[in-house]
């Protein structure tokens, strides 16, 4: 189980949910992992987890170029070099749309969309200095596709999430660099990401319920269901893969639920 040996990932959003799930899993498979987050207590737990292959580079705030600029310094000098990156940190809300205000979209559009340009532009010139091939993967959602009333901003910078990954691909293709660039599209994950929404169903276990209904197979996604896919498109399994998006999304975008045939 080394599909990961000798590479060097950083992972945002680490503290929690997809992006811990994604440390354990490239740590799991001999990758040596930076875990960034603004979250302290929740990075160093996930830090713990794993041991001495992880180390918590505390405060990356995303939406800012400076403290990208110092986290992958700090990745470099800690352990030589940078392979992987895995932008996964994001955030989310529910309203009505015409009561969206201007600071709550930037916020979103901020966290969501610049946080991961940032990443990209400031982690290529990192990977390419590495000598070796590059992966990055972003985490999109299935609100890049399919569009809900009450998460218009939300879909809105994941939307542009995923056209971004292309475009940072084509780059990376047409200079030269063996870097590979894709993203994932996540159908609901029963994480700490939801909790802000629990409440609007009465319960978790009320919510959980609704969501797994909206999934053809029945069930909501973990963040490990996550993490796994984004470990294939960071190993050289994936060489050939660039570009592209993976749904991880129990056939949610496949077609109309069976309520709706016959």
Not at 71 to 87: C, S, Y
Not at 118 to 138: D, F, S, T, W, Y
Not at 219 to 232: E, K, Q, S
Not at 234 to 245: I, K, N, Q, Y
Request: glycine share 12%; net charge negative.
């Amino acid at each position: 189980m080394a599909r990961m040996q000798g590479k060097v990932a950083l992972v945002t959003g680490a503290a929690s949910g997809i992006g811990r799930a994604t440390c354990i899993a490239l740590a799991r498979e001999g990758a040596r992992v930076v875990v960034a987050d603004i979250n302290q207590t929740g990075g160093e737990e996930t830090v713990a987890r794993i041991g001495a292959d992880a180390a918590f580079y505390q405060y990356l705030d995303v939406a800012d170029e400076q403290s990208w600029i110092d986290a992958i310094a700090a990745a470099t000098a800690r352990f030589g070099k940078l392979n992987v990156l895995a932008n996964v940190a994001g955030i989310g809300s529910s309203c009505d749309f015409e009561a969206t205000s201007l600071a709550d979209w930037n916020r979103m559009l901020a966290v969501n969309l610049t946080g991961v340009f940032l990443g990209c532009k400031q982690a290529l010139g990192a990977m390419a200095r590495a000598g070796e091939p590059g992966a990055i993967v972003n985490v999109a959602s299935v609100g890049a596709h399919i569009a809900g009333p009450d998460i218009v901003a939300y879909c809105a910078s994941k939307g542009g999430v995923r056209m971004l990954t292309k475009g940072v691909a084509m780059h990376c293709a047409a200079k030269g660099l063996p870097i590979r660039a894709n993203s994932v599209n996540p159908t609901f994950v029963d994480s700490e990401m939801l909790d802000p929404i629990a409440s609007l169903f009465g319960d978790r276990d009320v919510m959980r319920t609704s969501m797994a209904r909206q999934i053809p197979i029945g069930r909501m996604a973990t963040p490990a269901d996550i993490a796994n896919g984004v470990l294939f498109l960071a190993s050289d399994e994936a060489a050939m893969v660039s570009g592209t998006e993976l749904f991880i999304d129990g056939a949610q975008t496949a077609g109309f639920p069976s309520q709706h045939s016959g």
